[in-house]
């Protein structure tokens, strides 16, 4: 499960979603209007907000925190999409805190896992099924924030303290446990899988309330961005209604799984996660049954198109639009450093540095990515594999040896020679998989940028010299070869060549032009949604430019390297001329109109 390949459809789904909801929220002008007027916190006016602010380029909106300081943007989008992706899977983690005494016995030389459970005091369950108890009340209300069913002022707080509460508690017990419920010989008795879920989701209870805390003090405290999720999209919400869908599929199959195999719930959790996550380690927990097996097809199937799911909306909906950010900001910072450096120039000049702009700022959006993810990668890598050494102690693992493991499952190899058998290391195993497969996802992703690129490039170069030296010169790139394709088909379908717009715009009579234009716009509407999105060589800018009648720097209202401009518009070049022509042809119909009401008054007249 390292690359899904649901960018495309969540991207085409979420755009359909957003037209759905556009047609129906606009659907009755009368109530929206009476609906913004009178209930500001409803529903379905703060959605329409949201989509009208989806539809502005004005970057005092904030563009989805664009131009936001970064940890501003991080506060109002990063830290509540964390929590609301993992605040489900917290939940399971108490869950499985909650159903396994916390103790067990065994006897020496028998692995700690088949040791036999010893009951808890009855203020133990108590508290622990309070705590869970919190966290599910703290998570409907952030999920209800998300969709805006509860205000931000009443749920955000509410949340905060819910989760803080649950994780104290899961705190307290787990020190007066270790305090005063531990058994001797101790190594005879040991702390079960239930004592480290425990932990590990009262750490996760503590880390994202912290994160929504963070989020309510930049809204009320700083003030840098209105007390609301709007800065989150409808697919970025969505997020956490898949997350809590897989969180329950995952809990579905180890409770049916353990049952049919007579596992305990805790060690069905462990095997449906590397099973869904297409580890498959199998080594300790192979099926034995019939019905498990047959169950297993269909289990398996949707649960491996649900964490796709899940770790597609990441990649494309979270950390596609972290790219956009990056390559935005880098597009301001490196046409600012343009503009004090070279001053005014000469147009086409100018044309060639906002290309040099963008090739610097793809750079480094490119490199940025693919750092970010490979330190991600080696942090999930080699801090799991030092966990891994410590919890593995008793089957005398070497930091090696662990990070050989903690490899072959980051890949989803799963050899299985290599498992965990300890009560720590199961747990942390399924909260450390569900974090680092993804992560491996996004590299492999971030790698196709660059990385896959050279070896391409590599590639050509190489048969170049070898086996096809006769062929040289006919070696094109890609783009290079998509480019010719786009000017061959532009020219076919009817555009403006070059010999005819070389006279310039204002020696065309009124009709000729509106032609003219008329054809261009037909061109660049096929251009709209080309992946990747068409740049246009100068010798196309020239002809759009003399339609536009701004041939030169002069009579143009804008600059390559102004806000104005194609660059730093917000939308691709193909949006941006398509907007310009579309204002130029209704300028020249109405001049036409205009012309024929005068020669109209003058026929009267004579």
């Not at 606009?26 to 109530?31: I, K, P, R």
């Not at 009178?38 to 006016?45: C, F, G, V």
Request: proline share 4%.
């Amino acid at each position: 499960m390292n690359d899904p390949g649901l960018d495309e459809p969540l991207q085409h789904t979420a755009q359909e979603t957003e037209r759905t909801l556009r047609k129906q929220l606009n659907s009755n002008d009368a109530a929206a209007n009476h609906d913004a007027a009178n209930d500001k916190d409803s529903p379905s006016a703060c959605f329409r907000r949201e989509l009208q602010r989806a539809n502005t380029n004005d970057p005092a909106t904030g563009q989805d925190g664009y131009f936001q300081p970064k940890r501003w943007w991080f506060t109002s989008t990063a830290f509540p999409l964390i929590a609301g992706t993992f605040g489900p899977l917290a939940n399971l983690m108490s869950v499985c805190a909650l159903v396994q005494s916390w103790r067990v016995e065994f006897t020496p030389g028998v692995p700690e896992t088949e040791g036999a459970r010893v009951a808890d005091p009855a203020w133990l369950l108590a508290v622990n099924a309070v705590s869970l108890a919190f966290a599910i009340v703290a998570n409907m209300l952030l999920l209800l924030n998300f969709a805006h069913r509860v205000p931000y002022r009443v749920a955000q707080p509410l949340t905060i303290v819910f989760w803080y509460i649950s994780s104290i508690t899961l705190i307290a017990i787990v020190i007066a446990a270790s305090l005063h419920l531990q058994l001797h010989p101790k190594n005879a008795y040991a702390f079960s899988q239930s004592f480290y879920y425990g932990i590990i989701s009262a750490v996760l209870y503590f880390t994202i309330s912290t994160l929504l805390l963070w989020n309510m003090l930049g809204a009320y405290l700083f003030k840098a961005y209105p007390p609301t999720f709007t800065s989150l999209t409808i697919p970025q919400r969505t997020l956490m209604l898949q997350t809590i869908m897989y969180s329950f599929y995952l809990a579905l199959g180890a409770g049916v799984f353990s049952r049919l195999e007579g596992w305990d719930f805790v060690d069905g959790v462990y095997w449906a996660d590397y099973t869904l996550l297409t580890i498959g380690l199998g080594t300790d927990f192979p099926l034995a049954t019939t019905v498990a097996k047959a169950l297993l097809i269909p289990y398996a199937v949707v649960g491996i198109i649900m964490i796709g799911l899940v770790i597609g909306s990441i990649r494309g909906l979270f950390l596609e639009r972290g790219k956009t950010k990056v390559r935005r900001r880098a597009l301001h910072k490196e046409a600012r450093r343009m503009r004090a450096k070279m001053g005014s120039c000469e147009w086409k000049r100018e044309f060639e540095l906002m290309r040099d702009v963008q090739a610097a700022a793809d750079r480094r959006r490119r490199y940025y990515a693919l750092s970010t993810s490979l330190l991600a990668f080696l942090i999930v890598w080699l801090g799991g594999a030092l966990v891994f050494s410590f919890s593995e102690r008793g089957q005398s693992w070497s930091y090696f040896q662990a990070l050989y493991f903690s490899y072959t499952s980051l890949l989803t190899i799963g050899y299985g020679d290599y498992y965990p058998k300890s009560n720590a290391g199961k747990p942390f195993f399924v909260i450390w998989s569900l974090v680092a497969i993804p992560s491996v996802t996004v590299l492999i992703s971030n790698m196709g940028d660059t990385i896959v690129g050279w070896v391409k490039h590599g590639t050509l170069w190489i048969g170049q010299k070898t086996i096809l030296p006769e062929r040289t010169s006919a070696f094109k790139s890609a783009d290079d070869m998509a480019a010719t394709d786009d000017a061959t088909f532009h020219e076919a379908d009817g555009a403006v060549d070059d010999g005819d717009a070389g006279s310039g715009a204002d020696h065309w009579g009124p009709h000729a032009l509106t032609s003219r234009i008329a054809k261009e716009i037909k061109a660049l509407a096929l251009d709209i949604g080309a992946k990747p999105p068409r740049r246009y060589e100068w010798d196309d800018w020239e002809r759009f430019l003399q339609l536009l009648g701004e041939e030169n720097e002069a009579e143009a209202e804008w600059t390559w390297l102004s806000n104005e401009g194609p660059l730093l518009s917000g939308v691709s070049e193909t949006e941006w001329v398509l907007g310009k022509m579309c204002e130029r042809f209704e300028a020249v119909l109405r001049q036409e109109e205009g012309e024929r009401g005068n020669r109209g008054g003058k026929e009267k007249g004579s």
